[in-house]
């Protein structure tokens, strides 16, 4: 038996019948929006190489995907922008992006389980769960389609914004970036909360010279 799928059959003898995984994508980089997927299936349903999306990589990733859209009772996204995320904070757009995701799905809803240990406030049962993604099928699916979704919308942003490399980096702090920003300045596709330190670094480099 999986060890994913056997953590999530404790639920189903509880007597939980539909469970929904849930997990975000993109609390770390410095640019885009924060993802998150919602994913209910049947209790026997079975996907072979379902894991945390960190530990796989993004070709089999997006393949998963599919596989998982496919054999899915239902799933859905929740984003929430760069500009949200610097108005309410990354914690709260996480919440909000996952309440969202749920909220779309159709269907009852037994039981909610969430990666983390921080939840939205909802009228249904919800479960945190710390590192879930490692621990649970449902999230772990749920993972995988928050990761491609967000990385798609960070190679489409990529075509507008060339300079930062998203297309590579997905918006995370990598030496090249923050070399970019340094260079090019920040976007309208940044969070500018997200910046201060390296701003902050640009401008006494600035009062050196």
């Not at 960190?54 to 929430?80: M, P, W």
């Amino acid at each position: 038996m999986n060890l994913l799928k056997a953590y999530d059959n404790k639920y189903y003898s509880e007597g939980f019948i539909n469970l929904v995984g849930v997990d975000e994508a993109g609390r770390g980089p410095l640019a885009g929006p924060v993802v998150a997927a919602a994913v209910i299936f049947k209790k026997n349903t079975f996907i072979e190489g379902i894991n945390d999306s960190k530990k796989i990589k993004e070709k089999e990733r997006e393949n998963l995907a599919e596989k998982i859209k496919q054999f899915a009772l239902d799933y859905s996204y929740g984003i929430v922008n760069h500009i949200e995320i610097d108005r309410i904070n990354i914690l709260q757009a996480s919440l909000k992006a996952m309440k969202i995701a749920v909220n779309k799905l159709s269907g009852k809803i037994d039981l909610i389980l969430i990666d983390g240990n921080k939840s939205f406030i909802a009228d249904l049962p919800i479960k945190t769960i710390v590192k879930g993604d490692t621990k649970s099928f449902s999230i772990a699916a749920a993972s995988i389609l928050a990761k491609v979704k967000r990385d798609e919308i960070m190679r489409k942003a990529a075509k507008d914004f060339p300079e930062y490399l998203w297309e590579n980096n997905k918006g995370y702090g990598t030496k090249k970036h923050v070399e970019a920003i340094k260079k090019f300045g920040y976007s309208n596709f940044h969070r500018k909360t997200f910046l201060t330190k390296i701003l902050a670094n640009e401008i006494q480099e600035e009062l050196i010279k």
